[in-house]
C-alpha cells in the first residue's frame, strides 16, 4: 500500500528547463570504481546509475575539469573525448529508463594532494592548508599555492570547457559543486579566503569567483539547466564561515537574478568532528537554515542531508524546500523511489565497500524483495 505521508514526492516539478517525475534525488556519490587510468565511467559505473535511473534525477559523482582538480584516485574527469565517451554510456542507458541525469562538475582546490596528481602542487585561494589529514593518505595536508588571477582565469576556462564536453555527452544538466570544502567553497569561506584582491575579503569578494564560474556554466547550458550544491555550515575538509547566513543570502540572491535551475542545500549536522578544532559546531550557528534562506531564492530549493522519505514531504508541503535529495540511502537502495511510495525497509550501507573495489557494495544491492 502507498504511504500517504510522502505524496508531495510524487508531484511532477520543473527545474528551470529539466522536468523532474518525482521529487527524489539521487545526490552526488564518489565510489571511486572509474577506470584509474582514463578517469572515464567503465561499464560498473554504468550499472551503477542505470539502476538508479527511477530517481526523479541523479546528480553525478563530482568530476575533475583539471589534472589538478582530483583528489581521489578512480574519480572520472571531463577534460577529454575518451571520458565523452564514457559518460555518453552512462546518460544513455540513464535516458533508456526514462531517467535523468545531471553532471557535478568540480575542483578539489586545496582538498588534494601533490601524490594524488602527478606531483603537482594543490592550488586555493589562499595559502592556508587543511588543518587534519588527507581522507584517502592520512597524512597532513599541504599548503595550497595562492592563486593569481591568470590561474582563477584560467580554473575558469577549465570549468566552461568542462560544461561543454558535459553538454557534448548528452547531459540534462550541469550541478556546481560548490559544498564540502572544494574550491568553490574555499573562494566562499571566511577561514580559507584571506585574500586581499577583488576575490577576497568582503562577502561580495568571495562569492565572485563561484558566481563567474556559474556564468561560466550558463554561457554553455543555458541558466535553466544549470545548478549548484552548497553547504553552509558543514565542517568537511576543515571549513567555518563566520556569518553563513549572511554570506548565503546574498549568493542565492545573485543566484535567484540568474534565475539557474536549482540550488541543492545541505543542512549540515556536523557537532563534532576531525575539523572542528573549537570553533562552534554547525548546528549551533543555525537551527533552520532551509527557513532562513528559502525566500532569497526563487527557483528550485533542493534539501539535503538527513532526510527520510516523510521529513522530506513536510518540508514540501511545508514550502521550505521543492525536493529532496537522498546520498546514503542511494547507496545500498537502488529502487529508493518505490520503497520511499510504499513504506518498505532500507538497506543500510556497508561503509567498508563505499570508495574503491569492484561490484560487491557498489551494484549487488538488491530492490527490495516482498
Ligand atoms: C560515499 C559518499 C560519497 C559522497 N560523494 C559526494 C560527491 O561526490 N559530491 C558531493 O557533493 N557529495 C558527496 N557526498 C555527500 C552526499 O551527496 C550527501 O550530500 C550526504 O551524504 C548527505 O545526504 P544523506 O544524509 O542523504 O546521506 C558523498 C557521501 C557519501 C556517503
Redesign the pocket.
Known sequence: MKNPKVDALFKPLQLGDIQIENRIIM?????MRCDKVTKSPNDLVVEFYTQRATAGLI?T??TFISERSQSWPG?PGIMDQVQVEGWKKVIQSVHNKKGKIVL?I?HSGRATHSQLQDGLQPWGPSAIEINGPHQILNIPHEIPHEMNLEEIQLVKNQFRKGAQLAKEAGFDGISL?G??GYLIDQFLKSNSNKRQDEYGGSIEGRCKFCLEVIDELISVFGKGRVGI?V?PIGRFNDMYDNDPIKLFIYLFQELDKRQIAFI?L?NDKDEENAYNHGLPSSQSQTQNLFEQLRNSFKGVIIG????TGETASQLIEAGIIDAA???????SNPDLVERIRYNFPLTV?N?DT??EGDQVGYIDYLPYQQ
Do not use: D
Open positions: 545526490s552526488s556519490l564518489t565510489r546528480m559523482e563530482s574519480c557535478q568540480w559543486h559544498s564540502n550544491k553547504s541543492e545541505m539535503n542531508v538527513g532526510l535529495s537522498f546520498g546514503m540511502s542511494y547507496i550501507a561503509p563505499f570508495f
